[in-house]
């Protein structure tokens, strides 16, 4: 038996609780499950009922009326049936958690606004490049991983059997999806953003959805190379992280950051004592607009830079933040940079620009003494 947590009230309701429980619904259904017993008695007035709630994530219990293809219910014998007895609607709970819903929140504006986690795959990354970079500048992306594909086709079916449960109808899933390496797009979106649903959320009677719903049904129709899965509530999330093996609070916590300028950016390097060195438009302040402008800086930590600058990758197909360098983008005025940099043994060259940020080595600041407290170093880094 597994602890779900305590029976859902106004005050514990997630904001998503209609998907949820329309997903739990149609889940039961699509094997011919009845549970007849979630609300008591059987009406839209709130009673007692058999939803629970634990970490946002709604779940039902008690099942001793349930039905199987609408024969007698499990635990009862026809000796002892009920005569007369009705089973209440299902989907009769939905009214009643709509009504506490507007109990809790009469105007609909007294509960904050939450950010959610939610996932964007891009199975076949070669094929989804302007889907990724649609996705970087529509969404308040947190990071970005590789996930390996799977070794075996036995393999890959198992997890993807288990990825898609809720929706692949017992069927297995056998195709490009888990063949190769595939990129995981983790994005922060607020629970004030939801909208309508499209595709196959609508055909599982979900009402609203994030907009990761509209943007992989977009990109489904604009880009058929491109197979894309994305989350349509924190439950189908949570459900896919287990599966991927990670793990959902670590990067729901994740932020990453948004520069209001380049001054802005050096001084957060300055302040966890970054080494860095500014060789080139040194005299280029943290308001200039990147037109026609780039800056050349060295840095002797270039995963710890790509770390502290919040910087993502620029394409599917890079997504390993290397030592070695490569194209990542860095978000400044709410737009997203780019940068390119090499490296030359002793450091790291990186150049940001208009569009790019282009680099290359210097092997004549090979020496120089990182951030020692001279003339030179005071001239060369923003401070």
């Known amino acids: 038996m597994t602890y779900v947590g305590s029976p859902v009230t106004k005050a514990t309701l997630p904001g998503d609780y209609d998907s949820q429980l329309r997903k739990i619904i149609f889940d039961m259904e699509s094997v011919g499950v009845r549970h007849n017993n979630i609300i008591y008695p059987c009406s839209a007035k709130p009673g007692k009922h058999k939803v629970m709630v634990q970490n946002g994530r709604l779940s039902l219990i008690d099942f001793g009326w349930a039905t199987i293809d609408g024969q007698v219910p499990c635990n009862v014998s026809k000796r002892f049936f009920i005569r007369g007895w009705k089973p209440c609607p299902d989907s009769k709970i939905l009214e009643v958690l709509k009504l506490i819903s507007a109990q809790a929140d009469p ?24 889907a990724y970079t649609e996705a970087l500048n529509t969404f308040n992306v947190v990071a970005v991983r590789s996930h390996q594909g799977y070794a075996t086709t036995t393999e890959k079916i198992e997890y993807m059997n288990a990825f898609y449960e809720s929706t692949r109808q017992h069927k297995d899933v056998n ?22 649903c499209a595709g196959g959320a609508s055909a599982r009677g979900l009402k609203t959805c994030p907009p990761t719903n509209p943007f992989k049904n977009r990109v489904r129709d604009k880009h058929s190379g491109c197979v894309i899965h994305a989350t349509d509530g924190v439950f189908e999330t949570r459900a896919n992280m287990r599966v991927l093996e990670y793990e959902y609070e670590h990067y729901n916590a994740l932020h990453r950051p948004q520069w209001k300028s380049l001054r802005h950016m050096f001084d957060h390097l300055n302040a966890i004592n970054l080494s860095y060195v500014v060789s080139r438009n ?90 020692q407290k001279t003339t030179f170093t005071r001239f060369f880094t923003m401070r």
């Open 175 to 196: 195709d490009v999806r888990g063949s190769i390496e595939h990129v995981v797009i983790f994005a922060k979106i607020s629970s004030m953003e939801y909208g309508g």
């Open 107 to 130: 105007l609909h504006n007294n509960k904050p606004p939450t950010d959610e986690l939610h996932l964007i795959l891009l199975w076949t990354p070669s094929r989804c490049q302007q």
């Open 282 to 371: 040194r005299e280029i302040h943290g308001d200039i607009d990147f037109m026609g402008h780039d800056i050349d800086f060295m840095v002797t930590d270039y995963n710890a830079t790509v770390a502290a600058l919040g910087a993502l990758p620029s394409s599917p197909r890079a997504t390993e933040l290397g030592g070695g360098g490569g194209r990542h983008t860095v978000r400044i005025r709410g737009k997203q940079r780019t940068w390119t940099c090499g490296t030359s043994g002793i450091a790291t060259s990186i150049r940001i620009g208009c569009v790019i940020f282009c680099a290359t080595a210097s092997r004549e600041m090979a020496s120089l003494s990182w951030r």
